[in-house]
């Protein structure tokens, strides 16, 4: 069976400061509670199937399988690590700067299976077929989870599908297909893993038909000599010749136009100085935004999808945190002044009811 090209990468489960390494031998692995899971968390709060990791020649993505709190997607660092029950899982790649520190943690594998070859800079599409209706759908990521509820990227409502079914993985012209569900049975890779292939029948996943479609080849960028004549004849100066032809039609119709009618010339009004000043700075101000505005991020590593995928992934994890921390401060606070209130109460009655009466039969 052959994959995708992936470099090693490890896996740390920790809890309570203890370590657990492991090495995975495939470049996907399924993290939850089943057992047919590669990183298998036995807790009776954990969901079967809580996340599916992947790993490639670059980087480690991660995609949550059911709704969790505080969820990770995307390009994933080990600093960010997973919260899974009372564990927390961190994920290594091998271009990490901490991996000469880990490298024979949790033995080692060596990624022999990987598809050689393959075509760069291009993207696939396949076809999704049911109703008899055939819909392409290009690839624009290198994971999509496919399924019929949350937190599916690709959700296909009624067509038999469980919440996050299959995923599909896409590295420039190849694709495969993966099993999120699989059965305890039969666990063989090579029936979880399959090649979308243009010689191959279509997959059948629920009710849709998966078979793999065109290759879409990169937009060639336009040829720069186009731009710079059509510059060049924009800004170029006319020749003596078309000046001399221009200023002489200028003339005749001015001649034309006077022997007519001459309108008698305005004066126009002095401007003052304050108002050329004025006119001056709006004039320098405008041009010092229209500088500002031309001005180009010089990082364009940080516009691709997966930077984009990881910093919207931490900037909603930063929110969803500040939400719980408020909630728990408002339920702490409305507890603590319920009990200052209960405390109060009681004292009064002791104070003001109950002593008076009881030195009353005393007395």
């Known amino acids: 069976m052959n994959y995708w090209p992936a470099a090693r990468w490890k896996i740390a489960i920790i809890e309570q400061g203890i370590e657990r390494w492991i090495e995975p031998e495939l470049p996907y692995a399924l993290i939850g ?11 009776p709060r954990v969901s079967p199937y809580v996340y599916f990791a992947c790993c490639f020649a670059d980087s480690v993505e991660v995609w949550p399988l059911c709704p969790i709190a505080f969820p990770r997607w995307g390009v994933t660092l ?14 290594f790649h091998q271009s990490h700067s901490l991996w000469p520190d880990i490298a024979d943690r949790g033995g080692s594998t060596e990624r022999k299976d990987t598809t050689p070859g393959l075509a760069q800079g291009v993207r696939r599409e396949i076809t999704l077929d049911w109703d008899g209706k055939q819909r392409p759908k290009t690839l624009a990521r290198r994971v999509m989870i496919l399924g019929g509820e949350h937190p599916s990227t690709l959700r296909l409502y009624g067509q038999d599908l469980a919440a996050c079914d299959h995923a599909i993985v896409c590295v420039d012209a190849s694709v495969w297909l993966i099993n999120l569900k699989p059965d305890p049975e039969n666990r063989d890779a090579a029936k979880l893993c399959r090649p979308l292939t243009s010689m191959s029948a279509p997959e059948t996943v629920g009710n849709i038909k998966l078979r793999l479609g065109k290759v879409i080849e990169p937009r060639e960028q336009p040829d720069s000599s186009v731009s710079i004549t059509g510059l060049s004849s924009l800004t170029a100066k006319p020749s003596p010749l078309q000046y001399s032809e221009k200023r002489t039609s200028k003339d005749r119709r001015s001649t034309g136009s006077s022997s007519k009618r001459r309108k008698p010339k305005r ?24 500088k500002d505005s031309l001005k180009l991020p010089s990082n364009t590593a940080s516009t691709t999808p997966e930077a984009l ?6 900037q909603l994890v930063r929110i969803d945190h500040a939400r719980f921390n408020r909630r728990r401060i408002l339920i702490i606070s409305t507890i603590t002044v319920g009990f200052l209130t209960a405390l109060a109460i009681v004292l009064w009655i002791i104070f003001v009811l109950l002593i008076p009466k009881i030195n009353e039969m005393m007395g």
Not at 267 to 290: I, L, M
Not at 309 to 314: C, G, I, N, Y
């Open 33 to 43: 509670s089943h057992p047919c899971c590669t990183i298998q968390i036995a807790e």
């Open 78 to 91: 080990p600093e960010n690590s997973l919260a899974v029950g009372r564990k927390r899982i961190s994920l």
């Open 267 to 290: 004066r126009k009004p002095k401007r003052r100085k304050g108002d050329q000043s004025k006119k001056k700075r709006s004039s320098t101000s405008t041009s010092s935004r229209a």
């Open 309 to 314: 995928t990881s910093k919207l992934t931490d």
